[in-house]
């Protein structure tokens, strides 16, 4: 049985963590892995898993039949007019660029161009990612579920509707810059009443981990959860007591909404 071709343009921190994932994976046995960068320190470092480096966008294309676009938004035109003339009906283009679309994609290469669209996080760099995938039309069953597997192997994949790709950025894309920013906040609080700050930053890291778990597998709803910690007149009610008042889930609400204003911006 013949490997399949899958090519990275970008090789930083996201591109890097999916290839070591394919490549560290059972996978590995059907699949060779290419990349290019501009920075060939990076394609070095990726040698030892095995992935093969290319010395442009367009080679890399015309090897590969999926090509995963691991590159900012900011920069994705030009790499697409350069990947463009080594495309075919076949090329498998995957987007982890926030906002890009797949008619941006077309646009730039070919009118029948495949895409997925893959909103990744970057918990992915220790296998614990959250990746939404969608795709347009043109993507067979069979090329979709392989890209699926892939963000499988390196934590928890969710199919979603292509028009939905700019608003789950909030959701599990942007996320975790939005999570640590809170978490900051307890670290904080924790250091200026003297509490060691390396205790209370694993005994928090713990809370979430514990927390979310119990969002998942516990078979209660958050707000039974939320209701399970608060005993009447206790500390926790005095704590949420404040945050009620402060509006925190209308804070959150806003903080989404301008994350996903933006990926409509990134689009255009």
């Not at 970008?10 to 394919?22: D, E, L, R, V, Y």
């Not at 003297?194 to 209370?200: M, P």
């Not at 804070?251 to 689009?267: D, I, P």
């Amino acid at each position: 049985m013949s490997k399949v071709n899958i090519g990275f343009i970008g090789a930083g921190n996201m591109g890097s963590a999916i290839m070591k994932g394919i490549a560290g994976s059972s996978a590995s046995e059907n699949i060779a892995l290419f990349a290019f960068d501009p920075d060939t320190s990076k394609l070095e470092a990726l040698a030892a898993s095995g992935v093969k480096a290319c010395s442009s966008e367009a080679e890399l294309v015309s090897v590969c039949k999926y090509v995963f676009l691991a590159v900012k938004p900011q920069i994705i035109e030009g790499v697409l007019e350069a990947a463009a003339p080594a495309a075919t009906a076949e090329t498998v283009f995957v987007s982890i660029a926030a906002g890009i679309t797949d008619e941006f994609v077309a646009r730039k290469t070919l009118p029948e161009t495949k895409v997925i669209l893959v909103m990744p996080n970057t918990p992915l760099l220790l296998g614990e990612g959250a990746s939404a995938l969608s795709r347009n039309d043109k993507v067979s069953d069979e090329e979709f579920e392989l890209i699926l597997g892939i963000f499988r192997l390196c934590g928890k994949a969710a199919v979603i509707s292509k028009d939905k790709m700019k608003e789950i950025i909030a959701i599990n894309g942007s996320s975790p810059a939005f999570i640590y920013l809170y978490a900051k906040g307890f670290i904080d609080y924790a250091e200026s009443v003297g509490i060691d700050k390396n205790a209370a930053e694993e005994l928090f890291a713990q809370s979430l981990i514990g927390s979310a778990k119990m969002i998942t597998d516990s078979g209660y709803t958050i707000d039974e959860l939320i209701k399970m910690v608060s005993s009447p007149g206790g500390t926790t009610l005095a704590g949420l007591d404040k945050l009620y008042e402060d509006n925190l889930t209308d804070t959150v609400k806003k903080c989404c909404e301008s994350c996903t204003n933006r990926a409509y911006e990134l689009s255009k």
